[in-house]
């Protein structure tokens, strides 16, 4: 498997850009990417679900962001990506947007959007309640994708075993379409490697720049690991591509924070192994922003 530098991977970018990943090696991309827009239809490994390449995400500082938007500037921005015409909505119980998910469906075609939530539960009983919960707090019959949320420790595959298998259940009897994991540390995304028998989708943190609470380890130590599981057949989700703050500077954008948005892109389209990543929005603005980097990044 080549591998190329950093310097390497953001040739042409700015002096700035380039400085803040020189030395540090990262993955070549295998295949090219024939991703064009961030429009664009992609399917989710073996699951067969389609996304969108880019999706809307809920869940900035823990979903404050976006709850701070209030219902109604909430529904604008997400029928504002579905009119721009973005079809993936990424939610948690965690960030607490279930019931602004749900109003901000209302008017759009269930059938046309691809929605993905996670869960907590740590127990067979509480995972079974909570489906039914969600099915009512999102206003929808079928979870399209349902992850357990944040695993922390390399041993959830064990610690784990009741809830996957109320999950798996779950998929059996139509509740839920598929499932997978989020993790939040090294150790547990190693770990997912070889739990392709139960993960349909796989949530991961990803960006070239690696920042601590960014990414579960550096992006060298990352991408292989994706790369093998998308090989599997796995459906790969991106998150963390513009970090927390999107890279700004004290809330403040500058010119610098924007090539950074872009560098991001292109290293993340470049691996060729991330079917489609989501991105929390608070103003129609970033989204016109990020489906025109895209285009940049893939030109």
Known sequence: MSIITRREFLAGATALGAATLIGRPVLAAETASKVKKGTDLVTLGKSGIKS??????????????QRALGETGFVKLVHHAFDRGIR??????????HELVRAALKGLPRD???????????????????????RKELG?????TLLMHAMWVRTWPQDMRPVMDVLLEAKQK?????????????????ASVDQGDFIDVQLVRINPFGVKAMMDGEPEQVAPLVQKMHKQGRG????KIYGETGFRVKGKD????????LDSLKY?????CVDCFTIGFVDPKQIDETLELIEQAQA
């Open 88 to 97: 993936y909505i990424d939610t948690a119980e965690n960030y607490g947007t």
């Open 174 to 190: 139509g509740r839920v379409r598929a499932v997978g994991i989020s993790s939040h540390n090294m150790p547990p995304l190693e």
């Open 52 to 65: 969108t390449v880019l999706g809307v995400g809920t869940g900035t500082v823990g979903g404050s962001e």
């Open 268 to 272: 993340v389209l470049g691996l060729g």
């Open 140 to 144: 929808i019959e079928q979870l399209d």
């Open 236 to 239: 790969i989700i991106g998150m």
């Open 254 to 261: 500058t010119p610098e924070s924007r090539q950074k948005r």
């Open 112 to 134: 046309k959007i691809f929605i993905q939530t996670k869960i907590p539960a740590k127990r067979a009983s509480q995972a079974k309640e909570t489906i039914e919960r969600y």
